[in-house]
């Protein structure tokens, strides 16, 4: 059974910073490419960031570019994402996906859903507030 574990996420103030986590069970990250998307109360679900399994193509969507950083350590097979000069509209659940290749820019341009999601995890909650 394949799960994937969100961690890092929490109550920071503007400007502050987080990086979140994902690990997998039942399934080894470093074969898969992975993307972090989030929703937001009352918005819709929108990708974030995607890293290919072997990290030579990533991509961040225009909002976060040059704030968020996604990056993986296939000798811990997990993926992070950096979140630099968080903003209150960076609110959000964020989830980790398994995503399918061929979709790593697509996530982050438009909502994919099952055609380019495999399997994400239960999320967490990033909270951006003074």
């Known amino acids: 059974q394949v799960q994937l574990v969100e961690s890092g996420g929490g109550l920071v103030q503007p400007g502050g910073s987080l990086r979140l986590s994902c690990v997998g069970s039942?399934?080894?990250?470093?074969?898969?490419?992975v993307g972090w998307f989030r929703q937001a109360p009352g918005k819709e679900r929108e990708g974030v960031a995607s890293?290919?399994?072997?990290?030579?193509?990533?991509n961040h969507r225009d909002s976060v570019k040059d704030r968020f950083i996604i990056s993986r350590d296939n000798t811990k097979k997990t993926v992070y994402l950096q979140m630099n000069n968080l903003k209150p509209e960076d609110t959000a659940t964020y989830y980790c996906?398994?995503?399918?290749?061929?979709?790593?820019?697509?996530?982050?341009?438009?909502?994919?859903?099952?055609?380019?999601?495999?399997?994400y995890g239960p999320g967490t909650p990033v909270t951006v507030s003074s």
């Open positions: 890293i290919s399994s072997t990290g030579r193509e990533i």
């Open positions: 039942g399934v080894s990250l470093d074969y898969h490419g």
């Open positions: 996906a398994i995503l399918r290749p061929g979709y790593y820019e697509d996530f982050i341009r438009r909502w994919v859903g099952s055609y380019g999601i495999e399997y």
